[in-house]
Nanobody, 120 residues
Framework: QVQLVESGGDLVQAGGSLRLSCAAS????????MNWYRQAPGKQRELVAG???????SYADSVKGRFTISRDSAKNTVYLDMSGLKPEDTAVYYC??????????????WGQGTQVTVSS
């Protein structure tokens, strides 16, 4: 079993910055990738950024150049550094992880989400 806990969401003004964190715990053998998604009310959840175990990164076009994803493998933690925030970034941000359990079973685990609100 794997648990993901996001933190760092807040209310910020347009143009501001935030750092989101997601810490994974449980019966983890290895983490192949960690990703950030977001979902605004009434909208579909979308992929924001991802990072692999080799630190290869990817970003949605809407956040490219403003957001940076990084990881601390020793802590099983992924970060999303967000700058130049816009009202359209307002959403619940979710972390997920592609995990190989200690048993060898591979799962995708999701966190509970953290609210980011950007005021205009």
């Amino acid at each position: 079993q794997v648990q993901l806990v996001e933190s760092g969401g807040d209310l910020v003004q347009a143009g501001g910055s935030l750092r989101l964190s997601c810490a994974a715990s449980g019966s983890i053998g290895s983490i192949n990738a960690m990703n950030w998604y977001r979902q605004a009310p009434g909208k579909q959840r979308e992929l924001v950024a991802g990072i692999t175990s080799t630190s290869s990164t990817s970003y949605a076009d809407s956040v490219k150049g403003r957001f940076t994803i990084s990881r601390d493998s020793a802590k099983n933690t992924v970060y999303l550094d967000m700058s130049g925030l816009k009202p359209e970034d307002t959403a619940v941000y979710y972390c997920n992880a592609h995990v190989a359990l200690r048993t060898g079973i591979r799962i995708i685990s999701w966190g509970q989400g953290t609210q980011v609100t950007v005021s205009s």
